[in-house]
Nanobody
């Protein structure tokens, strides 16, 4: 059974940092492209960052230079390091096995003073 579990969200002030984790089970993480998505209230879910099986990365323009996606295949975990956070980064963040219907349950990130 495939499961994805996000953690690491919370409340942070503008300019602060958070690191999200996505722990996977039931899959061979190194063989799969993985993505982080977010959905803000009243908006559609959007791709934030993705990482391929060979660790090539892709970022939404709004987060380039501030967010970094990485993976630890031995730990079956994908990370999203979030720096210089802005209020507009507030959303529920989800991880996903790319090109599949497997999603985590999401973790809330709130950027506010």
């Amino acid at each position: 059974q495939v499961q994805l579990e996000e953690s690491g969200g919370g409340l942070v002030q503008p300019g602060g940092s958070l690191r999200l984790s996505c722990a996977a089970s039931g899959i061979i993480v190194r063989c799969n492209a993985m993505g982080w998505y977010r959905q803000a209230p009243g908006k559609q879910r959007e791709l934030v960052a993705s990482i391929s099986s060979v660790r090539s990365t892709n970022y939404a323009g709004s987060v380039k230079g501030r967010l970094t996606i990485s993976r630890d295949n031995a730990k079956k975990t994908v990370y999203l390091q979030m720096n210089s956070l802005k209020p507009e980064d507030t959303a529920v963040y989800y991880c996903r096995i790319e090109s599949s219907d497997y999603w985590g349950q999401g973790t809330q990130v709130t950027v506010s003073s």
